[in-house]
């Protein structure tokens, strides 16, 4: 490639990386002052939002028009509007709400870890006293609140390509590895009425998996196992187990040594099913950037995690003696799924 076919970068690009996190802020602002939801039945002024709100004017004045500014709104004389597509993501109770999420992405957690990328990038991990696997962190407790498990695409993606293979077995035992929500588990045993779902997580977040499983109806085929996924006794052996979202927290070697310990706890036959963030062979960063500014969030998070290729899932099932590795992704799944059999 030619130096002219680059782009070039621009004072206004690098300025707007800088100022970014006012962005974040706005967001973040914005849900929990609820205003989204003030405008979701038409336009509405400034004033009036500051008195529902119980805001000075002023700050209602400047956070809405900066909102406008970022393309979060529309303002015109009869006040500020949402914009399309805003009813679905910014308003509570919209099919594709961002606002649970936000309380994650943007929590005093992970603002602080992210201060502190210099020290990580020197240290090779993160340096924080507390991080993403420190034994029974509150955080996974708010994620397992606040994830809305049910807008990810990944979760009905496993389930399609899981629930016709568990149809022709005699048994359905599951699994579910840092269940989290349950999302996952709990998603396929609604579509599979003879599976049970056994989770696996720490004590304060499997109460909220088994609210999620009482709230499905699923309260009578759910287990808690609680614990440390590479300590505790897995029990089993299970027909399936689940693993998702977490192979990115580990080293290749490290996320290898947990999928063996995990193949022993599958039936002859059976199989796993692991879903992660990932990106393919030969993808670059320029070309396909959020897999690579997600190995960011690991740095500071972890020690050794990062977003792991297509070919190193591949490499890690087959090391840890899985056979007939598949990959599937979906239009609305954010994460790609891979699904391997125990021989």
Known sequence: MTETALPMITTAQVHDIARGYVKTALLRTAFELRVFDLLAHGPVGARDIA??????????????????AIGLLHSDDEGYALLPGGHDLLVTGGAQYFGNAMRLSASDWEWDAQKRLVDAVRHGGTVAETHALTPEFD?????????????NGAVELMADHLVPWAAQRDSVDVLDIACSHGGYGLTFAQREPRAT????????ILDVTARNAERLGLADRFRRLPGDMFSVDLGGPYDVVMLTN?????????????????ARAVKPGGRIA?????????DSPSANPLPFMFS????????DGETHSV???????TDAGFVGVQTHSGEKAMHRLFIADRP
Do not use: K
Request: net charge negative; glycine share 6%; proline share 4%.
């Open 296 to 303: 960011v969030i690991m740095l500071v998070q972890t020690h």
């Open 311 to 317: 070919p190193t899932y591949r490499r890690m099932l």
């Open 246 to 262: 977490v192979l990115h927290h580990f080293s290749e070697a490290q996320a290898t040594a947990l999928l063996r310990r995990v």
């Open 274 to 282: 692991v879903v992660g963030h990932t990106y393919e062979e030969g």
């Open 197 to 204: 779902v056994t989770g696996l997580d720490w004590p304060t």
């Open 139 to 151: 955080y996974w407790e708010d994620f397992a609140q606040h994830t809305s498990w049910f807008n």
């Open 51 to 68: 008195d529902r709100v119980g805001v000075h004017p002023r700050g209602a004045r400047i956070l809405l028009d900066a909102l406008t």
